[in-house]
C-alpha cells in the first residue's frame, strides 16, 4: 500500500523559510527504479481551492505556480524516496494545508498525502 506522508510544516513568521518533506512508502519499486513518475506539491487555504505549487518529474523536469516561483524550489532524493519543497520569502497568503501527490505512469495511479499545516504570520 503506497503510503505519503509530509511533514515540516509549522509556523513562520512573513519572510522566513521552511522546508517540506514528503516521504513515499510501500512502493514496489525505488522512485529511480519506477520509470516515468511525477511529484506534485499542492496547497489549500480555507475556503479556497487545492491548487498545484511545483511538480518535479523523474527527469528532473520541475514547475511553479506564478506566485511562488523564485521563491520554491522542488527536489527529490530518488534513492531515498523522498521529495522536498524548500520555502523562502514566505509570505502570509502562502498559508495552507500543504500536499503532495505522486503520480505514476507505470500502472497508471495517483496518490495523495494527508497534508501538512503551513501558518506563516505578518
Known amino acids: 500500500q503506497v503510503q505519503l506522508v509530509e511533514s515540516g510544516g509549522g509556523l513562520v513568521q512573513a519572510g522566513g523559510s521552511l522546508r517540506l518533506s514528503c516521504a513515499a512508502s510501500?512502493?514496489?519499486?525505488?522512485?529511480?527504479?519506477?520509470?516515468?513518475?511525477?511529484m506534485d506539491w499542492y496547497r489549500q487555504a480555507p475556503g479556497n481551492q487545492r491548487e498545484l505549487v511545483a511538480s518535479?518529474?523523474?527527469?528532473?523536469?520541475?514547475n511553479y505556480a506564478g506566485s511562488v516561483k523564485g521563491r520554491f524550489t522542488v527536489s527529490r532524493d530518488n534513492a531515498e524516496n523522498m521529495v522536498y519543497l524548500q520555502m523562502n520569502s514566505l509570505k502570509p497568503e502562502d498559508t495552507a494545508v500543504y500536499y503532495c501527490?505522486?503520480?505514476?505512469?507505470?500502472?497508471?495511479?495517483?496518490?495523495w498525502g494527508q497534508g501538512t499545516q503551513v501558518t506563516v504570520s505578518s
Open positions: 518535479i518529474t523523474s527527469g528532473g523536469n520541475t
Open positions: 510501500g512502493l514496489s519499486a525505488s522512485l529511480n527504479a519506477m520509470g516515468w513518475y511525477a
Open positions: 501527490k505522486l503520480r505514476t505512469l507505470n500502472p497508471p495511479r495517483a496518490y
